[in-house]
């Protein structure tokens, strides 16, 4: 079993300054790619693409496909379909110039595509999107989609939607490819379900702030204290973690979903 690599390229203190940790982090995280063999999908907000353009361009250059996470990193619901659309082609139309290559590909912030953002799907396949990986189907406090199906889908937009690698254990599901539950979830378990997964595409996801053990506290942008706390502790193991997943993975997201024929098309109104 090999898990996809993405990344989730933002700024976790909102300020977004060009020479900002974050940036330091990602090209420590590019340097380890390449030693890890790994070529995988970022999912870069358009903001940090407008005040490092340099490392966008870098990240292209050493093959990873660069994927949009939208300009703002805003929950699609507070946008509104208008704002969104605005945001989404704002931050492509940015990323496109930057990258020199097309994106097809699109993250919700916070997985924020759900029940209550219909209109979504429809905008994303107008500005030219070809999949999204926006959807968390599970229950979540913050933006879950639960009836959402955990395989791949059609929206009938014709957007492919690559779900976020759920596991269901009784009443819970677990999002455990990615962020905290990979980083404190025992690896062995993590790896015994992901070899169990099926129907599934299985791929890990994380932010620059997963691999910095050595920040000092930082409050998260939009985040409580208990969470920040829990977003800052164990960092350490998250580099051995990914890597034991996705060590020698050279498929991105984009390729993933152009061989995805069959899908069966899926949208709340039809399940
Ligand atoms: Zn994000």
Redesign the pocket.
């Known amino acids: 079993m090999t898990a996809a690599f993405t990344l989730?390229l933002?700024d976790h203190t909102g300020a977004y300054a060009p020479r900002g940790r974050h940036i330091d982090v990602a090209r420590r995280i590019l340097d380890w790619c390449d030693a890890q063999d790994i070529r995988g999908t970022v999912?870069v907000?358009g903001r940090l693409a407008a005040s490092a353009p340099e490392l966008v361009r870098e990240l292209a250059a050493r093959g990873h496909e660069v994927a949009c996470?939208?300009w703002s990193?805003e929950p699609l619901g507070q946008l509104g379909p208008e704002g969104f659309r605005a945001d989404t082609l704002r931050a492509k139309a940015l990323l496109e110039d930057v990258a020199q290559h097309r994106v097809v590909g699109y993250?919700a912030?916070?997985f924020s595509l759900t029940r209550a953002t219909p209109w979504a799907p429809d905008v994303l396949r107008e500005a030219g999107f070809e999949y999204s990986s926006s959807v968390m189907p599970a229950p979540n406090p913050l933006h879950g989609f639960p009836e959402a199906p955990a395989h791949p889908f059609r929206w009938p937009s014709g957007l492919v939607e690559l779900p976020c690698p759920v596991r269901r254990i009784g009443p819970l599901t677990v999002p455990y490819l990615g962020g905290v539950y990979l980083r404190y979830l025992p690896l062995r378990l993590v790896e015994r379900w992901a070899s169990r997964a099926d129907g599934t595409v299985l791929w890990t996801y994380c932010?620059p702030y997963d691999f910095d053990a050595d920040e000092p506290y930082t409050r998260i942008a939009g985040a409580s204290t208990p969470t920040s706390v829990l977003l800052w502790l164990n960092r350490r193991g998250t580099w051995g973690r990914v890597g034991a997943l996705a060590a020698g993975s050279r498929v991105t997201m984009a390729e993933v979903a152009s061989r995805m024929q069959d899908l069966t098309t899926w949208s709340p109104s039809i399940s």
């Open positions: 989730d933002e999912f907000v996470h939208s990193h993250r912030p916070i932010h």
